[in-house]
């Protein structure tokens, strides 16, 4: 079955770093949206960014936006997560998805429209 891996994930004290990296196992992403998505204990997954598969569009909660980047490497099978001046609030786990899609534009963060995820990976801010 069609997988991706997340890595990157730590425990990281409020204002810090991190980068988080999404491989697949057994295929290529370059036909694919990604998408970040985060799971805080106690609530529901929501959509952090996406990445278009031809990577001219990204979409951001607007929670993240201008601390977060997406970005992927088509010709390294890998997309990318830049976490910069972390807050608590951005503890959870975080998963990497993939969107079968058409349409060279898309970007959604809607949970539903992703077809594959990986297992997650956590990420934890505190001081």
């Known amino acids: 079955q069609l997988q991706l891996v997340e890595s990157g994930g730590d425990l990281v004290q409020p204002g810090g770093s991190l980068r988080l990296s999404c491989a697949p196992s057994?295929?290529?992403?370059?036909?694919?949206?990604i998408g970040w998505f985060r799971q805080a204990p106690g609530k529901e997954r929501e959509g952090v960014s996406c990445?278009?598969?031809?990577?001219?569009?990204?979409n951001y909660a607007y929670s993240v936006k201008g601390r977060f980047t997406i970005s992927r490497d088509n010709a390294k099978n890998t997309v990318y997560l830049q976490m910069n001046s972390l807050k608590p609030e951005d503890t959870g786990v975080y998963y990497c998805?993939?969107?079968?899609?058409?349409?060279?534009?898309?970007?959604?963060?809607?949970?539903?429209?992703?077809?594959?995820w990986g297992q997650g990976t956590q990420v934890t801010v505190s001081s």
């Open positions: 998805a993939a969107a079968l899609t058409g349409y060279y534009f898309y970007t959604s963060l809607a949970a539903g429209e992703y077809d594959y």
């Open positions: 057994g295929f290529t992403l370059d036909s694919y949206a």
């Open positions: 990445i278009s598969s031809s990577g001219g569009f990204t």
